[in-house]
């Protein structure tokens, strides 16, 4: 089992372009999770994804930012028209679908607006 | 609202020395707390639950309700120990609210 996988590791994006990462679970889980972590912060939840369907996004900025979890393929979390503000590590993590059981990290993507 | 203070970023200690990293949370209902650990180069990982009650790499740590704390400790530390820390509770549902981190460095 290889773990969470998260792609890319690094991106670099423009100010106004569109990034998107992509994060693939653990084998056999069906729960995804986003967190961001700006320089100097702890992780922050975003939001929290089972397949096809998103269960907690009170984490997520309201503007610019959407995530999905299709029935097939990786999860993918996309920010239009990126900012500066947005540069910051993104981690995702996957747990196996039973309540309160433990998240399993992925590397994470490092995002740099330029 | 669910909190979680970490009030060390850094904290060093030489080799062989007892550690203690302190994490502090706010939360009105039932917490679950826990430790993740990030090694050098490495993802990030649970260390310890305070539901399981066990010792992890010579780390334990007690849920303290009364003084809303979830520390971390060690009586002996290791090299192998340096790591970023990062207290963590869950609330409700699945996610997870992070402290900001303490960076442990052992000194040989």
């Known amino acids: 089992n290889a773990g969470v996988m998260q792609n890319p590791r690094h991106l670099v994006r423009r100010r106004g372009q569109e990034a998107r990462l992509r994060c693939s679970p653990m084998k056999g889980h069906s729960h995804v999770y986003w967190y961001r972590q700006l320089p100097e912060e702890g992780l922050k939840f975003m939001v929290y994804l089972q397949k096809e369907n998103i269960i907690d996004e009170s984490g997520m900025p309201k503007e610019r930012f959407s995530a999905e979890f299709p029935k097939e393929g990786p999860s993918i979390l996309r920010i239009q028209q990126v900012v500066r503000g947005d540069s910051a590590a993104y981690f995702c993590a996957s747990s196996p679908g039973v309540n309160r059981d433990e998240q399993y990290f992925g590397p994470g993507t490092r995002l740099t607006v330029t | 609202a669910q909190r979680v203070t970490q009030p060390e970023k850094l904290l060093s200690v030489f080799k062989g020395a007892p550690v203690e990293l302190k994490c502090n949370y706010s939360y009105s209902g039932s917490p679950e707390l826990f430790w993740y650990v990030q090694y050098s180069r490495q993802r990030l990982q649970l260390l310890l639950r305070h539901i399981s009650r066990e010792s992890i790499k010579g780390f334990t740590a007690d849920l303290n309700k009364g003084e809303t704390s979830f520390h971390l400790k060690k009586p002996f530390a290791q090299e192998e120990d340096s790591a970023m820390y990062y207290c963590?509770?869950?609330?409700?549902?699945?996610?997870?609210?992070f402290g900001t981190g303490t960076r442990l460095t052992v000194i040989p």
């Open positions: 963590a509770l869950r609330a409700g549902a699945n996610n997870l609210f």
